[in-house]
T-cell receptor, first 112, second 112 residues
Framework: ETGVTQTPRHLVMGMTNKKSLKCEQH?????MYWYKQSAKKPLELMFVYSLEERVENNSVPSRFSPECPNSSHLFLHLHTLQPEDSALYLC???????????FGDGTRLSIL | SQKIEQNSEALNIQEGKTATLTCNYT??????LQWYRQDPGRGPVFLLL?????KEKRKERLKVTFDTTLKQSLFHITASQPADSATYLCALRSGGYQKVTFGTGTKLQVIP
């Protein structure tokens, strides 16, 4: 139990589908993050929320849409994805932005 | 441009020996540096944090050094065990800027 739970663990979708990834943290943290992890590449920071407010968006395509309804939950809405979007999507939280992060075990996303 | 390099993609070491992993950076002035462990199919797990004014940090069999002149951190695992086999990631946070940037990781294999 890492304190950060991601669902689903695996997702296969077609390019025209709409799906959402969910992340929940039980640690009372104030910052939450979405990362993309592809083979042989460093973790790519996608979005950061601090106190439920988006504070960073690293030039992520609009087909990825984050939502943070409260400090414990984070969603990543997916729409019209491309094959190159296939990757492991990791959610993390930290007490405050910049401090050590607790990660979930990710959603393995495959785009057909 | 800013760059983080971890010494090698993979490192094999005999059980009982000390494993040493390297993290080099350029064009950063990190306030602190973090090390994480990632097992296959799992999210990274935070191990140690070392601040720019600290030379060395220890935790059980783990030791981290931080040399801001050489722009390098070394991560040591003494008396290595097969259970230490994993990918190890370094991450830097620059002072005054709360974004944490990750390296690509080094895959450590401890051979019995």
């Amino acid at each position: 139990e890492t304190g950060v739970t991601q669902t689903p663990r695996h997702l296969v979708m077609g390019m025209t589908n709409k799906k959402s990834l969910k992340c929940e943290q039980h640690l009372g943290h104030n910052a939450m993050y979405w990362y993309k992890q592809s083979a042989k590449k460093p973790l790519e920071l996608m979005f950061v929320y601090s106190l439920e407010e988006r504070v960073e968006n690293n030039s992520v395509p609009s087909r990825f849409s984050p939502e943070c309804p409260n400090s414990s939950h984070l969603f990543l809405h997916l729409h019209t994805l491309q094959p190159e979007d296939s990757a492991l999507y990791l959610c993390a939280s930290s007490q405050v932005q910049g401090m050590p992060q607790h990660f979930g075990d990710g959603t393995r996303l495959s785009i057909l | 441009s800013q760059k983080i390099e971890q010494n090698s993609e993979a490192l094999n070491i005999q059980e009982g020996k000390t494993a040493t992993l390297t993290c080099n950076y350029t064009n950063y002035s990190p306030a602190y540096l973090q090390w994480y462990r990632q097992d296959p199919g799992r999210g990274p797990v935070f191990l140690l944090l070392i601040r720019e004014n600290e030379k060395e940090k220890r935790k059980e069999r783990l030791k981290v050094t931080f040399d801001t002149t050489l722009k390098q951190s070394l991560f040591h695992i003494t008396a290595s065990q097969p259970a230490d086999s994993a990918t190890y990631l370094c991450a830097l946070r620059s002072g005054g800027y709360q974004k944490v940037t990750f390296g690509t990781g080094t895959k450590l294999q401890v051979i019995p």
